[in-house]
Nanobody, 123 residues
């Protein structure tokens, strides 16, 4: 398994930006599809974005398309989530996850998870 540690969360006003990072260690990072999920209080964990091993393929939830960008740096074993034009409804704990599949968007397809980082967007 790969170990994942997220960072970069915080409090931001609506319309602002944040960049989340997820540092990986353990198994070979570039063997994995990487994803970001989020979970708001009282809600189920939901898919946000995913990127394949090379970075050439990405997927986004409709709710973040055009505002969020996922990227990865395999030399640094790190995946990023650039979040722009943030809205109060983006408030959640954001989780990084690793999947052995070429591309994945379902939580059940991801085998390793980070501890999460809180993102709070004030109106």
């Amino acid at each position: 398994q790969v170990q994942l540690v997220e960072s970069g969360g915080g409090l931001v006003q609506a319309g602002g930006s944040l960049r989340l990072s997820c540092a990986a260690s353990g198994r070979t990072f570039n063997n994995y599809c990487m994803g970001w999920f989020r979970q708001a209080p009282g809600k189920e964990r939901e898919f946000v974005a995913a990127i394949n091993w090379s970075g050439g393929g990405t997927r986004y939830a409709d709710s973040v398309k055009g505002r969020f960008t996922i990227s990865r740096d395999n030399a640094k074993n790190t995946v990023y989530l650039q979040m722009n034009s943030l809205k109060p409804e983006d408030t959640a704990v954001y989780y990084c996850a690793a999947s052995p599949y070429t591309m994945a968007t379902m939580p059940s397809d991801f085998r390793s998870w980070g501890q999460g980082t809180q993102v709070t967007v004030s109106s």
